[in-house]
């Protein structure tokens, strides 16, 4: 097996200067660096990273702890996020916690063991007093979710904004008994989104018939679950805010399957635009999250974290969200083509 003094030899350079090469050093010439490449590669030599971590003391790992990996929201977040942490030499660990508080401090011992250099939480199932001493071990960057009293840096989307654009489009495409679903009340999240919805209510409120509430939204399931609890309930909405385009798609196509006409009989609004909404037919009207710049701005946080090792620092960065109008809030369909 090759050594580092052989490669070293073979380039014609000190072992010094074959180190800095293998470990990005600045300040090292275009032609020493291609001299040692081709002799890595003559003699088939592979740097020995877990060692060059040891002394750095880093992993170069980041956990991303999210509560459902078949989401295809956190899905297409991770791959952004992946993307980013690359750009840094960075590889991730993918944690489910399946929204149980003990698997999230489960996971949380990866930073105590020193197993990564940072944990990214894309939700938050414990009380931050619980969370907060992992701090002495490495950074936390949340995201996706906002609690005040977190002295981390915090990415979050506008989700106030989000559902008051969506309740204020169906009211003006003239729907008139709304209902408005959620994941769990006790988040945040869902919270700043009915406080979103009852804004766009309040501010139309001559328009409004009716307004009703229904928990426990986050699958496909609990969107088929939602349209058998409307019938049962003969609540008879003219339009329902999904809160997901899981959700949504759920409702579409058990209210197809009782033969109720998207949107003429019932309007169906969706939240992440995900590709559901895109291939459910009618499209599912949606709200775009930019789920690309988000990914970068929270590795960028992360790497500044580990680099200057100030864990503790409240920052906040939250981006604004789009209305994507498809063919099911749409009569008109053909408005759409």
Same mark, same amino acid.
């Given at each position: 097996?090759?050594?580092?003094?052989?490669?070293?030899?073979?380039?014609?350079?000190?072992?010094?200067?074959?180190?800095?090469?293998?470990?990005?050093?600045?300040?090292?010439?275009?032609?020493?660096?291609?001299?040692?490449?081709?002799?890595?590669?003559?003699?088939?030599?592979?740097?020995?990273?877990?060692?060059?971590?040891?002394?750095?003391?880093?992993?170069?790992?980041?956990?991303?702890?999210?509560?459902?990996?078949?989401?295809?929201?956190?899905?297409?977040? &991770?791959?952004?996020? $992946?993307? =980013?942490? +690359?750009?840094?030499?960075? #590889?991730? *660990?993918?944690?489910?916690?399946?929204?149980?508080?003990?698997?999230?401090?489960?996971?949380?011992?990866?930073l105590s063991t020193k197993q990564v250099d940072g944990i990214?939480?894309?939700?938050?199932?414990?009380?931050?007093?619980?969370?907060?001493?992992?701090?002495?071990?490495?950074?936390?960057?949340?995201?996706?979710?906002?609690?005040?009293?977190?002295?981390?840096?915090?990415?979050?989307?506008?989700?106030?904004?989000?559902?008051?654009?969506?309740?204020?489009?169906?009211?003006?495409?003239?729907?008139?008994?709304?209902?408005?679903?959620?994941?769990?009340?006790?988040?945040?999240?869902?919270?700043?989104?009915?406080?979103?919805?009852?804004?766009?209510?309040?501010?139309?409120?001559?328009?409004?018939?009716? &307004?009703?509430?229904? $928990?426990? =939204?986050? +699958?496909?399931?609990?969107? #088929?679950? *939602?349209?058998?609890?409307?019938?049962?309930?003969?609540?008879?909405?003219?339009?329902?805010?999904?809160?997901?385009?899981?959700?949504?798609?759920?409702?579409?196509?058990?209210?197809?399957?009782?033969?109720?006409?998207?949107?003429?009989?019932?309007?169906?609004?969706?939240?992440?635009?995900?590709?559901?909404?895109?291939?459910?037919?009618?499209?599912?009207?949606?709200?775009?999250?930019?789920i690309d710049e988000m990914a970068r701005k929270v590795v960028?946080?992360?790497?500044?974290?580990?680099?200057?090792?100030?864990?503790?620092?409240?920052?906040?960065?939250?981006?604004?969200?789009?209305?994507?109008?498809?063919?099911?809030?749409?009569?008109?369909?053909?408005?759409?083509?």
């Open positions: 097996m090759s050594t580092i003094e052989d490669v070293a030899k073979l380039a014609g350079l000190s072992r010094t200067t074959v180190s800095r090469v293998i470990n990005n050093h600045p300040y090292v010439s275009d032609e020493k660096k291609k001299r040692v490449q081709l002799a890595m590669k003559h003699l088939g030599f592979v740097p020995n990273s877990a060692a060059r971590r040891l002394r750095k003391q880093k992993t170069e790992t980041i956990a991303v702890l999210v509560p459902r990996i078949t989401n295809p929201f956190f899905s297409r977040f &991770i791959e952004a996020i $992946e993307i =980013a942490a +690359s750009e840094h030499k960075y #590889k991730l *660990i993918i944690c489910q916690t399946r929204y149980l508080p003990e698997k999230e401090m489960e996971y949380l011992q990866l990214i939480l894309c939700s938050l199932e414990n009380p931050w007093e619980d969370v907060e001493p992992y701090l002495q071990h490495g950074p936390i960057v949340l995201c996706n979710e906002y609690i005040e009293e977190a002295n981390v840096p915090t990415v979050k989307f506008d989700h106030a904004q989000g559902a008051y654009i969506a309740a204020k489009h169906v009211l003006e495409q003239g729907y008139r008994n709304l209902i408005f679903c959620r994941g769990n009340e006790t988040k945040v999240v869902s919270q700043q989104r009915k406080m979103g919805f009852l804004r766009a209510i309040t501010e139309k409120s001559r328009e409004v018939e009716a &307004i009703d509430f229904l $928990e426990n =939204a986050f +699958s496909w399931d609990d969107g #088929k679950r *939602i349209f058998h609890e409307v019938l049962k309930d003969k609540k008879n909405p003219t339009a329902i805010l999904a809160g997901g385009d899981e959700v949504a798609a759920g409702i579409i196509s058990e209210a197809k399957r009782h033969d109720w006409s998207i949107p003429d009989d019932l309007a169906v609004i969706g939240f992440d635009n995900q590709i559901l909404s895109q291939i459910t037919e009618p499209g599912i009207t949606t709200i775009e999250q930019p960028d946080l992360m790497m500044d974290k580990i680099h200057t090792k100030n864990y503790r620092k409240k920052e906040l960065y939250e981006f604004e969200l789009e209305l994507l109008v498809k063919g099911s809030t749409m009569k008109d369909a053909m408005l759409l083509a």
